[in-house]
């Protein structure tokens, strides 16, 4: 099994798209992430452009990017729009089904084949927000980290057919930014009372 955001491929090591695109959103590997943008033809700029643009036409009105990883500290959002970029992804049954992927297995296209198996950094998919006895299953969350930014985590689960969306920014360490999430959802779906179907806000 790979650590999070590695992966180590043998000389003249092949790997399909679709292997690369698993490795980046199950465990965070920032070289797969890179290949897939040189995969596309695009010169790492114009690829970066084609970001913005995705970002304004879903309107991620305070996110700029620089760079595809998310490695780089002049990358900037918001809770809103990492909100929103999650919602938008979420409605892809590709990316979602990745998302939710404890682990993902796959070969390597060479003489000497490897069997490569890439672990989710998402530590909830096995705790009591994915859960069916507890009610909660999660739809889709990803994991992020950087020195600037501390540990980070956006979510999107639910309980009783009620989705929710939560971001934590900014977190000490990672068993930190699960503990938060865990807090935050199990308080919103004790506290919150969600609107009967047909109502409607008159003021």
Same mark, same amino acid.
């Given at each position: 099994?790979?650590? &999070?955001?590695?992966?180590?491929?043998?000389?003249?090591?092949?790997?399909?798209?679709?292997?690369?695109?698993?490795?980046?959103?199950?465990?965070?590997? !920032?070289?797969?992430?890179? &290949?897939?943008?040189?995969?596309?033809?695009?010169?790492?700029?114009?690829?970066? $452009?084609? *970001?913005?643009?995705?970002?304004? $036409?879903?309107? *991620?009105?305070?996110? %700029?990017?620089?760079? #595809? %990883?998310?490695?780089? #500290?002049?990358?900037?959002?918001?809770?809103?729009?990492?909100?929103?970029?999650?919602? $938008?992804?979420?409605? +892809?049954?590709?990316?979602? +089904? &990745?998302?939710?992927?404890?682990?993902? %297995?796959?070969?390597?296209?060479?003489?000497?084949?490897?069997?490569?198996?890439?672990? !989710?950094?998402?530590?909830?998919?096995?705790?009591?927000? !994915?859960?069916?006895?507890?009610?909660?299953?999660?739809?889709?969350?990803?994991?992020?980290?950087?020195?600037? &930014?501390?540990?980070?985590?956006?979510? +999107?689960?639910? +309980?009783?057919?009620? #989705?929710?969306?939560?971001?934590?920014?900014?977190?000490?360490?990672?068993?930190?930014?699960?503990?938060?999430?865990?807090?935050?959802?199990?308080?919103?779906?004790?506290?919150?009372?969600?609107?009967?179907?047909?109502?409607?806000?008159?003021?």
């Amino acid at each position: 099994k790979i650590a &999070a955001g590695r992966l180590y491929l043998g000389r003249g090591g092949k790997v399909t798209v679709r292997d690369l695109f698993y490795s980046s959103l199950v465990s965070s590997t !920032n070289q797969a992430v890179l &290949a897939l943008s040189r995969s596309t033809n695009l010169a790492k700029e114009q690829f970066v $452009e084609k *970001m913005n643009q995705k970002a304004k $036409e879903i309107g *991620m009105s305070k996110t %700029t990017f620089t760079e #595809p %990883t998310g490695l780089d #500290p002049q990358n900037q959002s918001t809770v809103l729009d990492l909100i929103k970029l999650l919602n $938008e992804a979420l409605k +892809k049954d590709e990316i979602k +089904k &990745a998302l939710t992927s404890k682990t993902y %297995t796959f070969k390597t296209f060479n003489h000497r084949q490897q069997t490569i198996t890439v672990v !989710n950094t998402d530590r909830l998919l096995d705790s009591f927000l !994915n859960d069916s006895k507890s009610g909660y299953e999660i739809l889709g969350a990803k994991t992020g980290s950087l020195v600037e &930014a501390g540990y980070c985590f956006a979510v +999107k689960l639910k +309980k009783e057919n009620q #989705p929710i969306t939560i971001v934590s920014l900014g977190s000490a360490t990672s068993f930190d930014r699960f503990q938060e999430i865990k807090g935050l959802a199990s308080w919103i779906y004790e506290n919150y009372q969600w609107p009967k179907e047909g109502y409607s806000n008159l003021n």
